[in-house]
């Protein structure tokens, strides 16, 4: 059962580049491998130390001598390029391509993401294997990639299709959110020192420094320890000096 | 009129990545960076070699001696960390944290994205000025990211935030797409050619393949310059041997 699809290198010429393109992968819970006529040896002291404990992707990675070969048994390829080329193909940006990668996965088929050399990116002959390219959106005045950071941001995209952590989160720890009652308890607290203090006075500014305090108090979303500790700080304040 | 988020980066150790971080966030249209108290000289030879281009985002970054300093003018900003702190706080994906970012743009509120030293991250002290930390979705096995690396997923959030390229497009270059009477003439065509041929005799098992084969050539968008070129190819095929 394929679940994941692999990761194409077409050419590349440093293997410090495959090592960091390896644990790139590895961020984004990627596993497979392909590299097609590397330069230099994936498996160098240079390519393990740039992997960052990434190098069991390097050790199983498959050396192709053809891009033909390293996507023959793939249903699915796409090919990144900085480039639009002279070929008739969809263009997706990486996180429509993740997607499409997410659903063809789910039905069976095995897919591809394919990176170019370096410095050249993938040439036309590479391209017309794949069904669609993948178009990065970067500042098309500064758009050039590291092969990594390449690796990095098409692997993220895939990687948040199968892992939705939820955009938002509120973390409290082990304290408990404070409810309403609470924080307005505190509130009346507060507002009843002012009174006392003999702020408060006139009917109307009363009513706006009360709303104003009770949006600064709700708007944070309180903890119960929170609330003790703003308790504590307002009886500090209180207390005569000794 | 604040536009764009400002970066800061927290006790950056190398000039290095200091000036890889200035190319990530020129790849994602970011031009301000603060940085407090780098260890090393961020105008450096190895930190304009490393920000391939990006070296004025360098020239005009701020310098800071406390993190308090550098958010002073901001009236939000976002923290990334890996880990969740034992603080009470809103925890963001980068994508989530850029929207909001882009929201508080559009209101006229100053930004900035902070970001920690590379070993530690950021401390608990720099954390509690920010309004919510960032954390970016990926493999929890294999997380650590490369200062650069982690500007640069969430400055591609940002980016796309305000650059929406559309998810999908079909790129046919000077060509134009063939309608589909043109396709269907085809299929005609070469149905007509299967006929005289002696296939397709069988009523049943001729609908089957016509069907197939329209499938086989509407699925794939072909363009006008294409039909011909399939019109060629079958041409070429049926021509008498000389």
Same mark, same amino acid.
């Given at each position: 059962m394929i679940t994941l699809p692999c990761v194409i290198l077409v050419e590349p010429q440093l293997a410090e580049n495959v090592g960091m393109a390896a644990r790139a992968m590895m961020n984004c819970g990627l596993a497979e491998l392909r590299l097609v006529n590397?330069? =230099?040896?994936? +498996?160098?002291a240079k390519a393990v130390a740039a992997s960052s404990n990434a190098e069991e992707i390097l050790y199983q990675a498959k050396v192709f001598s053809s891009t033909e070969e390293a996507v023959g048994d793939l249903g699915w390829v796409a090919a990144t390029t900085a480039r639009h080329r002279d070929q008739t193909k969809s263009v997706l940006s990486a996180e429509t391509a993740a997607a499409d990668a997410a659903l063809k996965i789910q039905s069976g088929i095995s897919c591809g993401l394919m990176f170019g050399p =370096? #410095?050249?990116? +993938?040439n036309n002959r590479d391209i017309c294997l794949a069904d669609a390219i993948i178009n990065i959106p970067l500042n098309p005045k500064h758009c050039s990639l590291n092969l990594s950071q390449a690796v990095l941001l098409v692997g993220y995209e895939f990687y948040k299709t199968q892992a939705d952590m939820g955009g938002r989160q509120f973390v409290t720890n082990n304290t408990t959110p404070a409810d309403k009652s609470l924080v307005l308890k505190f509130c009346a607290y507060l507002e009843n020192l002012l009174d006392d203090c003999? &702020?408060? #006075?006139?009917g109307e500014k009363r009513e706006k420094m009360v709303i104003n305090l009770r949006n600064i108090f709700t708007r &944070?979303? +309180?903890?119960e320890q929170e609330v003790n500790t703003l308790y504590g700080v307002i009886n500090h304040l209180i207390k005569p000096k000794s």
């Open positions: 590397p330069r =230099e040896d994936h +498996l160098s =370096e #410095r050249t990116g +993938l003999g &702020n408060f #006075r006139v &944070n979303q +309180l903890t």
